[in-house]
């Protein structure tokens, strides 16, 4: 009913940007929050960021001051703007949302497939 693509993943040198975007389509007829997760090898998928319908945001402290999510609310996308990257940061991130789906009733949660960030020199 609803796909969520995440995409602008790869790999990138310590210190350096990416910019990753989660686009949403479907049977949408409202999305509350949406949020970035990621996981790295071996270990549980960790909370990175979430920002409300409203545009209240909240992150990890790991990534507190370093990476900022944003969202457009017309094209149902999501994005993580990630500074200063570090070797830490390698992980797959995926993206999240809690969507009221049209014809439906009360709120579904929905993941993306995951994009792969690989932070090494």
């Known amino acids: 009913q609803v796909q969520l693509v995440e995409s602008g993943g790869g790999l990138v040198q310590p210190g350096k940007s990416l910019r990753l975007s989660c686009a949403a389509s479907g049977r949408i007829f409202r999305i509350d929050v949406m949020a970035w997760y990621r996981q790295a090898p071996g270990t549980q998928r960790e909370f990175i960021a979430f920002?409300?319908?409203?545009?209240?945001?909240n992150y990890a402290d790991s990534v507190k001051g370093r990476f900022t999510i944003s969202r457009d609310t017309a094209k149902n996308t999501v994005y993580l703007q990630m500074n200063s990257l570090k070797v830490e940061d390698t992980a797959v991130y995926y993206c999240?949302?809690?969507?009221?789906?049209?014809?439906?009733?009360?709120?579904?949660?929905?993941w993306g497939q995951g994009t792969q960030v690989t932070v090494s020199s």
């Open positions: 920002i409300s319908g409203g545009g209240s945001t």
């Open positions: 999240n949302a809690l969507v009221a789906v049209s014809g439906g009733s009360g709120m579904q949660n929905y």
